[in-house]
T-cell receptor, first 113, second 113 residues
Framework: GDSVTQMEGPVTLSEEAFLTINCTYT??????LFWYVQYPGEGLQLLLK?????DKGSNKGFEATYRKETTSFHLEKGSVQVSDSAVYFC????????????FGQGTELSVKP | DAGVIQSPRHEVTEMGQEVTLRCKPI?????LFWYRQTMMRGLELLIY????????DSGMPEDRFSAKMPNASFSTLKIQPSEPRDSAVYFC???????????FGPGTRLTVL
């Protein structure tokens, strides 16, 4: 079945360090791909998305490129801040499944001053 | 604008008791999702509705769980009887039908003693 696999956390970085969180997926067809972020004590919120191969999603300095050849959607940020500390979820959605999102297990990021 | 509203925010109950979680989706949204989040299993989709009709309840763990959506502005998730292994954070999310972005509520933290 369809699935999403993320790198395990927690990831601990110093402020202004470069961030990469790996995400790979298994799915038939052409899913849309998403990154959601969950700040402490809150629900998830959409960070960025890409709906077709080679699309790049970006928001708040974060970027991810839809790579169909490697079935990946890695999240990157050039310079993280303490306020980026959160749990990041990679997800996919296939239109044939309606609105159903399939989430990865989440990766906790902790940024130290 | 009000986001997704969930109540209660915290619930502590004893094993065997009935628990009812409530959700008010964003006005105008016609898809509603119930998720459960635990450390062990991550984020799991329990059930989702389109236009108040249950579409996929394959994630509902067992018959003790039931969900209803009597109208477009209200949904409940009921657990009867509750068990300690049901302890988790339960999220409700809503979206436009087939829309890419799901909007999450703040969650209900359930503890079953």
């Amino acid at each position: 079945g369809d699935s999403v696999t993320q790198m395990e956390g927690p990831v601990t970085l110093s402020e202004e360090a470069f961030l990469t969180i790996n995400c790979t997926y298994t799915a038939t067809g052409y899913p849309s791909l998403f990154w959601y972020v969950q700040y402490p004590g809150e629900g998830l919120q959409l960070l960025l998305k890409a709906t077709k191969a080679d699309d790049k999603g970006s928001n708040k300095g974060f970027e991810a490129t839809y790579r169909k050849e490697t079935t990946s959607f890695h999240l990157e940020k050039g310079s993280v801040q303490v306020s980026d500390s959160a749990v990041y979820f990679c997800a996919l959605k296939k239109s044939v499944q309606g609105g159903k999102l399939i989430f990865g297990q989440g990766t906790e990021l902790s940024v130290k001053p | 604008d009000a986001g997704v509203i969930q109540s209660p925010r915290h619930e502590v109950t004893e094993m065997g008791q009935e628990v009812t979680l409530r959700c008010k989706p964003i006005s105008g949204h016609n898809s509603l999702f119930w998720y459960r989040q635990t450390m062990m299993r991550g984020l799991e989709l329990l059930i989702y509705f389109n236009n108040n009709v249950p579409i996929d309840d394959s994630g509902m763990p067992e018959d003790r769980f039931s969900a209803k959506m009597p109208n477009a502005s209200f949904s409940t998730l009921k657990i009867q009887p509750s068990e300690p292994r049901d302890s988790a954070v339960y999220f409700c999310a809503s979206s436009w039908l087939g829309g890419d972005e799901q909007f999450f509520g703040p969650g209900t933290r359930l503890t079953v003693l």
